[in-house]
């Protein structure tokens, strides 16, 4: 590689990269966002006007989304550049019951604020198992008694089916991303590295790598049960009507709890 015609950028350029920019160009990505708000209103019982944290909230599609439909959303995000461009979206669209700030979900600043919690896309399991962990207290600080939360998550066994190919590119219309993902069976933990050629023929790099823990259903109940949450349900897909995970179908781990009250526990 020729290190001339390479740059290396920390993760708020790679998240706005790949959470605005590339997303853009999937296809079908309007549907699937359409059917995923379907089927979160549906599992969560969401009403108009109960208060909603998006938690690593990427592009705030789904939290503007969720808006729309008179939810009152709060999108959280560690990357500056999706906060902003969160915020001028909301305000394009005229929506004034979203609200983006800047945070990290290590050290979530709410107690007992909202109804309802969705950590979406895979954006739960960045850290150790002890920080996961106090990640998800801090979501049951921050959800009212019996407030419900959602978290959609990889299964770890179809995730490892999946991944056939180790290394892999994608052509799109803003340029090559090149990306070298393995799955670490001894630490139930997925890596990725992933770079970016542009059409000026400079290649993107990240002064770090993706690490994302995979945790099975047994050792989320297990954590559940340590941070004050219930697990309720549990879904192998976005599908309505809702269809059970288990050994018939696990496209996904699609995790539906609440907040246990002090009285339950």
């Known amino acids: 590689m020729n290190l001339k015609n390479t740059v290396t950028h920390g993760w708020d350029w790679w998240a706005y990269q790949f959470r605005v920019v590339h997303r853009r160009g999937i296809e079908g990505i309007d549907f699937w966002d359409d059917r995923l708000i379907s089927f979160i209103l549906r599992v969560l019982d969401l009403k108009p006007g109960e208060r909603l944290l ?61 109804d309802a919690l969705v950590v979406l896309s895979t954006s739960f399991g960045f850290f150790d198992d002890e920080t996961n962990q106090r990640v998800l207290e801090g979501i049951a600080r921050a959800l009212k008694p019996d407030g419900r939360l959602l978290l959609q998550l990889s299964d770890p066994h179809t995730f490892v089916e999946r991944q056939k190919a180790r290394c892999y590119w994608q052509e799109r219309p803003e340029g090559i991303y090149w990306t070298e993902a393995w799955f670490d069976p001894v630490t139930c933990v997925s890596h990725g590295v992933f770079r970016f050629t542009d059409n000026e023929g400079v290649t993107h790099l990240w002064d770090d790598h993706e690490r994302v823990r995979l945790y099975t259903l047994p050792e989320l109940r297990l954590m559940f049960d340590r941070a004050g949450l219930e697990i309720s349900d549990v879904y192998g897909d976005i599908l309505l009507p809702p269809v059970p995970y288990g050994p018939d179908w696990h496209q996904e781990m699609i995790v539906v709890g609440r907040r246990v009250q002090e009285d339950d526990r």
Not at 61 to 73: K, M, S
């Open 54 to 114: 998006d938690l690593a909230c990427g592009s705030g599609v789904h939290a503007r989304r969720l808006a729309r439909r008179g939810i009152e959303v709060v999108g959280l995000d560690i990357a500056p550049s999706l906060v902003r461009y969160c915020t001028e979206q909301a305000a394009a669209e005229g929506l004034d019951n979203v609200t983006f700030v800047e945070g990290d979900m290590r050290a979530l600043p709410f107690h007992e604020t909202f």
